[in-house]
């Protein structure tokens, strides 16, 4: 069909000798260049084998190749596949078929923020949250199978799956807001306003839990704006 684009690829081989030859048979058999590479080397939890990986994606990619690796979440390894001419960059979120989400969302950021390739979580996604989290990230996509396989209604859990996709890239258009330690609310007037100088009233630590607000205003060239802060000193139970 010519909506689908067809991806040889490596699940199974657990050294650079039977990946490369997996690979070298699709090209003649159907003539794909562009391939997935996996070089397996737990077969537990399948992890990759990363240095079997980088060298097969240096000779692949000296073949002419197109290839998109799978590998772990290593910022240092996953910039030296993109030295050796890898064309996307596919790091685990967690072991395959384990459903555990992203583990660790630093190194996806570090790997985000070092690359211009594509970049795409290959496994252990367990629900659709999980991928809009990738999309929010700045991923370029996420590759979903057991996900949705082993879902008691795996149809319903594609179309999650599908809408999460939508949603995270939405919100990392949308740009979300900065993290601070007081919640600010704009009331009226101007959306961006200086609070760096405010005095705000530290909370004290033996205090029970509480909310304490107060409204300041401030003159400005085009008038008056006003806003609340809202300091919890704890959590309500």
């Known amino acids: ?32 260049k562009l391939v997935k590479l996996e070089v397996l080397g737990d077969k537990k939890n399948l992890f990759p084998d990363m240095i079997e990986t980088l060298k097969s994606t240096e000779i692949l990619t000296k073949e002419g190749f197109n290839v998109m690796v799978y590998c ?6 996953t910039k030296r596949l993109e030295n050796v001419g890898a064309c996307a960059i596919m790091p685990l979120a967690a072991p395959i078929g384990s459903g555990l989400g992203i583990q660790n969302k630093t190194n996806i950021k570090i790997i985000r923020n070092q690359t211009k390739l594509p970049l795409i979580i290959d496994a252990g996604l367990g629900q659709a949250s999980d991928a809009t989290i990738a999309m929010e990230l700045w991923c370029d996509g996420v590759l979903v199978n057991t996900d949705i396989a082993k879902a008691k209604k795996p149809f319903q859990m594609a179309l999650a ?9 939405q919100s990392f258009l949308g740009g979300r807001i900065k993290k601070y ?32 607000a107060f409204l300041k205003a401030r003159a400005i060239s085009n008038g008056f704006f006003a806003f609340a802060i809202a300091v919890f000193t704890k959590t309500p139970s």
Do not use: H, Q
């Open 1 to 32: 069909p010519k909506k689908i684009t067809y991806l040889p690829n490596t699940a199974g081989c657990f050294n650079s000798k039977e990946a490369l030859r997996t690979l070298r048979l699709a090209r003649e058999i159907g003539g794909w």
């Open 72 to 77: 772990n979440d290593d910022p240092l390894m």
């Open 161 to 169: 799956f599908k809408n999460s996709v939508i949603a995270g890239r």
């Open 181 to 212: 330690c007081y919640l600010i609310i704009p009331i009226f007037g101007e959306e961006a306003f200086p609070y760096n100088n405010l005095s705000i009233r530290p909370a004290k630590k033996d205090c029970l839990p509480a909310t304490t």
